[in-house]
């Protein structure tokens, strides 16, 4: 008997959500569901629910380092995801380690959570806009990053432009600025610069949206890991992201996670 084929291999560099929802578990399950091999360097350790983040403490820079070398010195990866980066310095060892890996690299510029919780040290913003977002093939920021990142306020679909162009003053390749957070329809803006790509879905009827941007960020890299064009991983992304959010359940008191295995035809509400 043959062995079975190697998966495309991604890894997420990002913070541990003890609640299942985002982070790092939400990236593994994201590429679970899409076929990847996932593996993962934990930045940040937090205590989180559905209500909240009680608590967060990050890992130290050596032990970053040392966990990225580990898997990409022996398995190798074919995309790398980053997310929650907490300080200066881990998105500063993180930039350094993506800009000497040879495999694309998907950057959610996390600044806060889904409650409003803090996820990144004010003084680690420069950070991310001088190295951080010049080693990414593409960034993901949601409207609040962008405001952060860049101070362009974005009130409706007509000023997505001008945050992308901010953004990409700073270095991406291509920048994805995700409008979910605007009335209507759930639009986002995918560009280089020039090519321009509008990704619009129906605004799914469901509060239960923890790990949306944690998913979205991991299926952009399960599709540069497959080959596919940015455009090509964003759209598809785009659709499994949909359905993720349209399956979100209730979990706690406060607001429940998408659901990551919609795609493989498990229904979680179902589950006994």
């Given at each position: 008997m043959s062995a079975a084929r190697t998966p495309p291999r991604?890894?997420?560099?990002?913070?541990s959500d003890s609640g299942g929802g985002a982070g790092v578990q939400a990236d593994l399950k994201t590429m679970l569901?899409?076929?990847v091999h996932g593996m993962s360097v934990i930045t940040a350790v937090t205590a989180q629910n559905s209500v909240g983040v009680q608590g967060a403490w990050e890992l130290p820079v050596e032990a970053v380092r040392a966990q990225y070398?580990?898997?990409v010195d022996d398995i190798g990866v074919q995309?790398?995801?980053?997310?929650?980066?907490?300080?200066?310095?881990?998105?500063?060892?993180v930039a350094e380690l993506i800009s000497g890996t040879d495999a694309p690299a998907v950057v959610d510029p996390v600044g806060v959570s889904k409650h409003g919780d803090p996820l990144l040290a004010a003084s680690a913003l420069d950070s991310v806009r001088t190295k951080l977002l010049p080693v990414a093939t593409v960034a993901t920021p949601n409207l609040d990053e962008v405001a952060q990142l860049t101070g362009v306020r974005v009130d409706s679909e007509d000023d997505l432009r001008r945050a992308a162009a901010a953004v990409l003053a700073y270095g991406p390749r291509w920048v994805l600025i995700k409008g979910g957070h605007l009335a209507g329809d759930a639009?986002?803006?995918?560009?280089?610069?020039?090519a321009e790509f509008w990704l619009r879905?129906?605004?799914q009827d469901n509060r239960h949206t923890h790990g949306t941007g944690c998913?979205?960020?991991?299926?952009?890299?399960?599709?540069?890991?497959k080959g596919r064009s940015v455009p090509e991983a964003v759209t598809a992304a785009k659709e499994y992201v949909t359905g993720a959010i349209a399956?979100?359940?209730s979990l706690g008191a406060g607001i429940g996670p998408v659901d990551h295995g919609w795609a493989l035809g498990r229904d979680t509400r179902d589950a006994v």
């Open positions: 991604v890894l997420t560099v990002a913070g569901a899409l076929g070398r580990s898997v995309a790398v995801k980053t997310g929650m980066l907490a300080s200066a310095e881990l998105v500063e060892a639009l986002d803006l995918l560009t280089d610069g020039s879905a129906p605004r998913t979205l960020a991991s299926a952009i890299a399960c599709g540069l890991a399956a979100g359940f």
